[in-house]
DNA sequence: AAGTGGTCTAGACCACGGC
DNA sequence: CCGTGGTCTAGACCACTTT
């Protein structure tokens, strides 16, 4: 663990006991209180102002910043995401089995199509209602005796990381616009051919093996993402807007009625 | 201009005279070369590592990365995305005319309801294909003269820069699913009710006013999101996927065969 | 053993904000 | 004016890869 890190949780703590809108003392102070150089203090503080802890102003002093609206979230953890925005998550899982792989699925997970596979498709809730319908594809051989409970009551890379000891490092995630199909509608409570988000996600443990594919279907009248764009200079000094960096996904509305088919949606700005 | 990015032009200009899976010099040969610290190399090296265009490895040393095939691109500028997936951009302005603002659009662009705007509706093109239909709209104060030949042959926010002096500096974009409405799919040649993103974005200079706000309206079955995913320690130490940074927009697929509605997409998983 | 990237240090100058 | 964040320097040690 390096200097760095141990700064990082030093300030996290130090913001958590502190009013949005407060100045933090100043890097020179943080770097002799805490023994460190100022470019150590720097790095630390550039993890938190990129995740939205802090926003810097220059010759006045970094402050702590309300947790945005839009806080980047994981992409990864639905749980977790969920409490954030303040709503109680839940899981309901369909059904979980043994398959085997398959060439697509092979493929994906870089396994000889014989090779079994569990199959897990479950409803992702927020406040009760369906938000997501997840259908995760991890090697039999990664995770012997899962049962349907294990998933109900943790986060499956908690379970991943606690009992098989296995780690996740990287991720690859795809979005693509869908429509729901019958099986998808009725899952999520939402009318034939609704608008969604198709995400699928292949995930990889430090070794860069797959450990899981996940397809997940989200609904488009409860989800949006967000990016924020940042100016970059081009390679010929001009300035446009360029990475979007914290992308986010959020759910909106609150609308539980059902609609008709195409869902109506905004009319074009005239 | 920093050295910064002056060492970063430099390095720029070396990589693109390299083959691929070439290793650059090392970072203190470069400073040294340079005639700057090896901090100011490695700031450098940073920006176009995380751009995808070097790849480091630890003992031994910094590679030319083949430009990945999902390289961040600036969900900005349409044309620079286009070139650099090797596809011909093209644009083709629908209608160009001065409306007011009203409510909605007021709100978006900070204007009072009767303020007059310039809306652009125009196609996006690739080797001469509809990508997506964009509608544009900027307050008509900061745009006097503009016409539609303007944007068949640059780039608005060149322009904006050039004719009007107005900079880009920040902004936000929103992303939906949707389903193409009769009018978007006639311009998009994709049949009704096709799976569409709708991306908006609001624009702003560097004084926080709003400069646009563009809605556009992707075609599905030709763009994908993607995203990576990096591990992210948590507050408790424990190790997740976290930040999804180099968002990416990237054109798939070739066909141009009109489909059935709801269109086909690769069937589940079983 | 030599060279590499990863991290850290102690100090410096600059541009900017607020007093 | 002083203190702030933004940038840069020259040097150091470590863990790692390559030979």
Not at 23 to 40: D, F, H, K, N, Y
Not at 257 to 270: H, I
């Given at each position: ?5 141990e700064i ?37 503080l ?27 979230l994981t ?63 991890v ?20 379970l ?9 490092a ?12 019958d099986?998808e509608?009725?899952?999520l409570?939402?009318?034939?051919h609704s608008?969604?988000?198709l ?17 997940s279907?989200y ?7 967000v990016?924020?764009l ?6 010929d ?5 360029g ?13 539980t ?14």
């Open positions: 663990m390096g200097k760095q890190d990082l949780a030093r300030v996290m703590d130090l913001i958590e006991s502190m009013e949005v809108g407060q100045a933090i003392p100043s890097e020179r102070r943080l770097s002799e209180q805490l023994g460190v150089s100022r470019l150590t203090v720097r790095a630390a550039d993890e938190l102002v990129h995740e939205g802890y802090l926003t810097r102003r220059r010759g006045s002093g970094t402050y702590v910043s309300r947790p945005k609206i839009a806080q980047p992409l990864t953890s639905f749980s977790e995401d969920m409490r954030r925005r303040g709503m109680v998550p839940g899981s309901r899982t369909l059904d979980l089995g043994t398959v085997s792989a398959g060439a697509r699925l092979g493929r994906r997970l870089r396994l000889p199509p014989e090779e079994l596979i569990v199959r897990v498709r479950r409803l992702r809730l927020a406040d009760g209602e369906p938000m997501a319908l997840e259908v995760l594809h090697p039999a051989s990664l995770v012997p005796g899962l049962t349907a409970a294990d998933l109900e009551n943790s986060s499956f890379y908690e991943l990381q606690d009992r098989y000891g296995v780690v996740v990287s991720g690859t995630q795809t979005i693509e616009p869908t429509v729901t199909n099986e509608s009725r899952a409570g939402v009318p034939l608008p969604a988000f995400f699928e996600r292949t995930t990889l443990n430090q070794w860069g093996r797959p450990i899981e594919f996940v397809r279907f609904r488009g009248d409860r989800y949006q993402l990016t924020e940042l100016p970059r200079r081009g390679r000094g001009r300035v446009g807007l990475d979007a960096r914290s992308l986010s996904v959020i759910p909106v509305g609150r609308s009625a059902a609609r008709s088919t195409p869902p109506p949606r905004e009319e074009d700005m005239e």
